[in-house]
């Protein structure tokens, strides 16, 4: 056979070299930038969108009378329980008086005494007038004569004085209501000794009208510049999950509350209790109503959260007044301004769908109620605004390797 020329033989080892290359570029081709990343996206609507202040608090009767006892003694009598309705100047309880009556019949009879020491005093001092008079007597057993006679009736005095506390401190045996309402608490129990030597001990707690009652909530500093009187406001507790009530804020405390370094100020919020429904102590998850818009353009959180990958092309297009920074040009997040606030970066689908694209836009915010945010300038009602990503072909989306080494993020 004749041999074959050393260029024949070149000639297929370059065939064989393109052909691989052609296989090689086109399985990476087929398997690393088949993964068209395709995007879902959410409308720019218009709607109404409420923004509130979360808290919880604590509900309380407006009037909430603490009636305690101002002298000690073992309870005898007690005319009340809870939820009993009591009238103002009634008698609610009583203290044993055999004490106090014992010491306002001593403190009569001591005024008896310093009466009849008053006469004596009287009678002497008359009669030692008349000597002094007859210059019977020296000066001097005249002044005391007088002096004493003052005593006397200072004694009296006293012995008066005394008689009118002890009768205050037997009166102070009835215990009564100083309002009218309704008595939620009683600390004591027939027969229980009650001390007030130091402090007034509680016997009852009276709420003055149950129909109209406010919530002390706790709101932290980083809310309380939105809450202002007059402000509207829903809230739950927990023995009616699926009711809605309704209050008004009233009062802004401000005097701070400083727990574990966490700052709250208290919030009073009125509320009316026609029905009897809300009793004292629930707990009230508040939501204060501090902005609202009937017709507000907004738009999901969702895509203001979002940030695109790597291998996605944005095109950068500041709109609504916004400036453009590298890291909008980059696709990523930009930087917090505080000389820019309110401003944020969406997404809106450019190109083809076989080849889509990003243009970042730059958009004014408003209130947000947590799922929705107002847009005030950047975007039109209809507006298609990305919110995530999502692969176009599933099986090429569980690829996470090329052939020749490289990975590959799944998106």
Known sequence: MP?????????WIWIAIVLALVAGGFFYFRHGHGDTLNFNTVAAMRGELTATVTATGTLNPVVNVTVGS?????????????NSVVKSNQVIAEIDPATYQ?????ANADLANAK???????????RSSELFTNKLISGSDYDTALATLHEAEAMVKIKQASLSNALVNLNYCKIVSPVDGVVIQRAVELGQTVASSF?????????????????????????????????NVDFTVDAYPTRTFHGEVTQVRNSPITVNN?????????????????????????????AQRDDALKISNVALRFRPPDSAVVITNAVGGGTQTNDVAAGKSPRKNKGNRGVRTVYLLAGDADAPQLRAVQIKTGITDGIFTEVTAGLNEGDKVVSSVAQADAQTSNSTSSPFGGGFPRH
């Open 3 to 11: 041999e074959k020329s050393s260029g024949g033989w070149w000639k």
């Open 70 to 82: 101002q002298v000690s003694g073992r309870i005898s009598k007690l005319n009340v329980d809870y």
């Open 102 to 106: 014992a010491a306002v019949e001593q």
């Open 116 to 126: 009849a020491n008053l006469e004596l005093q009287q009678v002497q001092y008359d």
């Open 199 to 231: 402090n007034t001990p509680t016997i009852f707690q009276i709420a003055n009208d149950l129909t109209k009652m406010q919530i002390d909530s706790n709101v932290a500093e980083a809310d309380i510049g939105g809450v202002v009187e007059g402000q």
């Open 262 to 290: 966490v700052v709250t100020y208290d919030t009073v919020i009125s509320v009316t209790n026609a029905d009897y429904k809300l009793k004292p102590g629930m707990t009230a998850n508040v939501s204060i109503i501090v």
